[in-house]
């Protein structure tokens, strides 16, 4: 139809370690592990943006359907706020214009 959104039940969590640690094992390769840790822009877990709840059962026990709210904003009344901040940039004012165009933005804190 248009505009749903799909989800997938994956099954129970698989470790990413244990994941690439099967994987190489299989290949026979002779491969280190480097852990890294988290870096800038990445997420421990995924926000859901839609109801788990109000999700439909489709024919297949594995997938499901769900609409998000729709959150859509008119861009065109932003462009002389997103000019000026192409011209002067100031992250805290970015920050500010990004917050009112993503209705689902969220900032992330790193230590």
């Keep these: 139809k248009g505009g749903e959104i799909f989800i997938l ?16 094992k299989l290949s026979n390769a002779n491969v280190g592990i480097d852990i890294v840790g ?15 709840n109000s999700a439909i059962k489709t024919d297949n026990k594995k997938i499901f359907i769900t609409k998000i ?11 002389d706020k997103l000019e000026e901040c192409i011209k002067n940039p100031n992250i805290d004012e970015i920050k500010k214009v990004m917050k009112q165009l993503v209705v689902s933005y969220k900032e992330v804190k790193y230590n």
């Design 9 to 24: 039940d994956m099954g129970k969590p698989v470790k990413i370690y244990d994941l690439a640690m099967s994987m190489i």
């Design 38 to 52: 988290l870096r800038p822009g990445e997420k421990l877990f995924e926000e859901l943006l839609y109801d788990v």
């Design 69 to 79: 709210e729709d959150g859509a904003v008119d861009i065109t009344e932003y462009f």
